[in-house]
């Protein structure tokens, strides 16, 4: 079954933030940090390293 990554990622995000229960800016923080680096030098070492 091949699921789009934008779509496990939705799920993954909604699930974790409904079970776990992070304080907002955690949240804040963490999806602007990742925008961040992908956007950055860093975008293709952090790439290699998730694969």
């Known amino acids: ?7 496990a990622l939705i799920v993954v995000g909604y699930l974790g933030v409904k079970l776990v229960r992070p304080p907002w800016w955690l949240v804040a923080v963490l999806l602007l940090g990742g925008y961040l680096i992908a956007g950055s030098v860093l975008g293709p070492v952090v790439g290699a390293a998730v694969k």
Do not use: E, N, Q, T
């Open 1 to 7: 079954m091949d699921v789009p990554l934008w779509l």
